[in-house]
């Protein structure tokens, strides 16, 4: 019953644009809420259950349906693992819908819609021993939202991160800096240095490879199955009064193919 509810949900959304319907997936009833004000690409923003935001300049829709099972560990109760809630939400734009599950502690946790990327960043509030069931009413999501990368167009990917290019199938993780001996900004010195970024090149249907890219030494990038990865940048610049965290590092790729 509860995924025919979804379906039905998915359906109105689209029947309100004329849109087309695909993926539909379940999820309770929800009042609707009304619209939030447009959020950028990349900002985080919260929902509430039947809540909807408009991605600014995109023309992107975002609707919290509802969270069909949580089984988070309440704090103050001894479990022998830390559970999870299931986070449904419905993604329109430009003739269709489409409605995806996000994870709060298992995969996914990210879904792929068009040429975007939602991420469920949050669920509030979280279960205590003495709260008892938690109604949909209560329940607030954060969510960011990305534009996912395609060929030819520079996108900047940040450390332990993964993006996969539109329509390629090629995904591209960010595994890392093994060294980093970049020149730090407030030091004069006679060489710029070079930081290693480790990536993952995997593709559905091929191995996987694991390869190095540098910023100041060859190789700058690597090819696998077709593609050429190329590293343009890393972010932050080493300063010489701190250390940069490893899941700091930004870095600015881009893939192409001959």
């Known amino acids: 019953m509860k995924r025919s509810l979804f379906a039905i949900a998915i ?24 619209a939030s004000n447009n959020v950028q690409l990349g900002q985080q923003f919260e929902l509430r259950v039947g809540g909807q ?9 975002v609707s919290f349906q509802g969270v069909p099972s949580d089984s988070r560990c309440p ?17 329109s734009q430009g003739g269709k819908a489409a409605g995806l599950e996000l ?3 298992i995969d996914p946790k990210t879904g792929s819609y068009l040429s975007y990327e939602i991420e469920l960043v949050g669920l509030a509030p979280y279960p205590t021993a003495r709260s008892g069931a938690i109604s949909q009413s209560q329940y607030r999501a954060t969510f960011v939202v990305r534009k996912t990368p395609v060929l030819g167009q520079s996108f900047n990917l940040k450390a332990f991160n993964s993006a ?3 329509g390629e199938g090629l995904t591209v993780t960010f595994n890392g800096v093994l060294s980093d001996s970049r020149c730090p900004s407030d030091v004069s010195c006679v060489w ?18 694991t390869v190095v890219v540098n910023t100041g030494l060859a190789p700058q990038s690597v090819s696998y199955n077709g593609y050429t990865v190329a590293l343009q940048g890393l972010a932050p610049t080493p300063v010489s009064t701190s ?13 192409t193919k001959p």
């Open 11 to 34: 359906l109105a959304l689209a029947a309100c644009d004329g849109k087309d319907v695909t993926s539909p997936l379940a999820a309770p009833d929800a009042p609707l809420a009304a």
């Open 53 to 61: 935001a408009t991605i600014a300049g995109e023309n992107l829709t």
């Open 75 to 91: 704090t103050g109760v001894q479990c022998v693992w830390a559970g999870n809630a299931v986070v449904q939400v419905v993604l």
């Open 103 to 105: 994870n709060t502690n």
């Open 164 to 166: 996969t290019i539109a």
């Open 192 to 209: 710029a240095g070079n930081a290693e970024v480790q990536l993952i090149l995997s593709r559905a249907g091929f191995p996987s490879d």
């Open 243 to 255: 250390t940069i965290a490893p899941g700091a590092y930004v870095a600015t790729l881009l893939v």
